[in-house]
């Protein structure tokens, strides 16, 4: 029996929110010396474009990781204030980081305002956005509901 269900609008829904309403994740990137998982969490968002986004400092060991392999996973959750947490949504991402060079007009604007607290260090020379393209994803929605998703599952929908 395959415990995977046939991903719908409703899945879709649940990974877009856990998206669009994210401020934290917990990022897993490959130790370059080790090969081993790092994870680490860090403030994250999604961009102008809907992508996910991180200001990560060039000192952290999570930068050097996606330096070395851009490849890495994000773990985005929200937190019950109540209840057992494992019967909750959460969406495991599977990413492409890449610094973001130029980054959008207004990305760090909207950072702060998400972020205030990153007014202290945001303008530091050893930060940096990154984007964290989502490659595929499982979204395990509750007990019973996983499913598999693809970029275009959690890319938000059309305006109109």
Same mark, same amino acid.
């Given at each position: 029996?395959?415990?995977? *269900?046939?991903?719908?609008?409703?899945?879709?829904? @649940?990974? *877009?929110? !856990? !998206?669009?309403?994210? *401020?934290?994740?917990?990022?897993?990137?490959?130790? &370059?010396?080790?090969? =081993?998982?790092?994870?680490?969490?860090?403030?994250?968002?999604?961009?102008?474009?809907?992508?996910?986004?991180?200001?990560?400092?060039? !000192?952290?060991? =999570?930068?050097?990781?996606? @330096?070395?392999? &851009?490849?890495?996973?994000?773990?985005?959750?929200?937190? &019950?204030?109540?209840?057992? &947490?494992?019967? =909750?949504?959460?969406?495991?991402?599977?990413? @492409?980081?890449? @610094?973001?060079?130029?980054?959008?007009?207004?990305?760090?604007?909207?950072? !702060?305002?998400?972020?205030?607290?990153?007014?202290? %260090?945001?303008?530091?020379?050893? %930060?940096? %956005?990154?984007?964290?393209?989502?490659?595929?994803?499982?979204?395990?929605?509750?007990?019973?509901?996983? %499913? *598999?998703?693809?970029?275009?599952?959690?890319?938000?929908?059309?305006?109109?």
């Amino acid at each position: 029996m395959n415990p995977i *269900r046939q991903t719908d609008d409703h899945a879709r829904a @649940i990974a *877009r929110d !856990l !998206l669009t309403g994210m *401020r934290h994740a917990v990022l897993s990137v490959l130790d &370059p010396a080790t090969g =081993h998982p790092h994870l680490s969490r860090i403030a994250c968002q999604v961009g102008p474009d809907g992508m996910p986004v991180a200001l990560l400092s060039g !000192l952290a060991a =999570h930068s050097r990781a996606l @330096i070395a392999d &851009p490849r890495a996973g994000l773990l985005v959750e929200s937190p &019950p204030a109540k209840g057992d &947490p494992m019967t =909750h949504p959460r969406l495991s991402v599977q990413v @492409i980081a890449r @610094i973001l060079t130029d980054p959008p007009p207004g990305i760090r604007d909207r950072w !702060l305002t998400a972020h205030p607290r990153a007014a202290v %260090f945001i303008d530091l020379p050893d %930060f940096r %956005f990154w984007e964290l393209r989502p490659q595929s994803a499982w979204l395990n929605a509750g007990f019973g509901a996983a %499913f *598999r998703l693809t970029p275009a599952d959690m890319a938000a929908p059309p305006p109109g």
